[in-house]
């Protein structure tokens, strides 16, 4: 049984004239599992978690599909429906730990806001859960932690903070946006290492969102590779890495872990799989068109 069957999901960009930005996703997320949407910058990654957060810009709207979650479908709740589940069912860790802490509030009210407002505990369970949650992610000092602003704990610190802030409502799935991208690489691995430690200690479902298929290959128990919004491969991390079928999946495979960065890249992909990529898209959009 899935958690989230997502299913033929089209978007286009009011922003951009009406331009495809999802081209008919399907992917499914059973309890418990953790799947990576890679894929390079545009390639709708976050369209689709913002989709499943309910967070999509105006300027983006869904043509066709459905996002399955327990049951209900998220694309067609009404916002006030969709509050009750965001933010608690499912829940967020960002990718920039400074900018999604609110930097005038101690680390204690933003811990345990969602505890207090949405499970109703009284402040000093909130508290105690907070101190317990501070110590599953490995905080020392739990108790200066709560009492700290934001600006006084390092990157690594706070991105421990938002993880257990996620966790802290016991969500059925989280959604991590690039958590580790604005961390360096010690600190990153050590961030990776704790998610998936914390998904197994909660036996919670993971969409994680990134560039990097070395990430992918750590922590991902399947992985969807999209190119324009469309979905390029999907299957189980493992069979992939060794099995690679679409040629723009060999390539970003034989190129090393950060494609992303051409710059650092063993072999960039050859213009000719883009160009193949292209004419897979193009070939899309005229169905799309005959179809309606
Ligand atoms: N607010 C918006 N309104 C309209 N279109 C948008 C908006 N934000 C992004 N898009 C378009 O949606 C497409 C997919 O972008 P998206 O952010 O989902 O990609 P991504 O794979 O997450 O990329 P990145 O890794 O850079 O975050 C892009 O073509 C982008 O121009």
Redesign the pocket.
């Known amino acids: 049984m899935s958690l989230l069957s997502i299913r033929n999901l089209s978007a286009v960009?009011?922003?951009?004239g009406g331009?495809p930005?999802l081209r008919g996703v399907s992917l499914d997320l059973a309890p418990g599992e953790v799947i990576g949407l890679v894929?390079?910058?545009?390639?709708?990654?976050?369209?689709?978690s913002k989709a499943v957060l309910g967070m999509l810009?105006r300027?983006?709207r869904i043509t066709k599909g459905s996002a399955i979650f327990s049951g209900r479908d998220l694309l067609s709740l009404s916002s006030r429906e969709l509050r009750k589940i965001t933010g608690s069912e499912i829940t967020l860790i960002p990718q920039d730990p400074m900018t999604a802490l609110n930097p005038g509030r101690r680390i204690e009210s933003q811990l345990t806001d969602g505890l207090r407002l949405k499970r109703g505990m009284s402040s000093t369970d909130a508290r105690r859960r907070g101190l317990e949650l501070l110590e599953e992610v490995h905080i020392r000092d739990p108790e200066r932690v709560m009492r700290a602003y934001p600006h006084e704990l390092s990157g690594g610190m706070r991105q421990r903070v938002l993880i257990a802030a996620a966790f802290a409502m016991d969500p059925k799935l989280v959604v991590a946006d690039e958590p580790t991208t604005a961390l360096d690489v010690t600190v990153q691995k050590q961030i990776l290492r704790l998610i998936r430690a914390m998904q197994a200690k909660h036996g919670t479902s993971v969409i994680f969102?990134t560039?990097d298929l070395g990430v992918v290959a750590q922590i991902c128990d399947r992985v969807t590779l999209?190119y324009g919004?469309m979905v390029v491969e999907a299957g189980a991390t493992a069979e992939i890495m060794e099995r690679p079928r679409h040629p723009y999946m060999q390539a970003l495979l034989a190129a090393g872990p950060r494609y992303d960065r051409p710059d650092r890249a063993l072999a960039p992909v050859p213009e000719s799989i883009f160009a193949g990529l292209r004419e897979e898209l193009a070939s899309f959009d005229r169905e799309e068109v005959r179809h309606g």
């Open positions: 960009s009011d922003r951009d331009t930005i894929g390079e910058s545009g390639a709708g990654k976050s369209t689709i810009p300027t983006v969102v560039h999209l919004g």
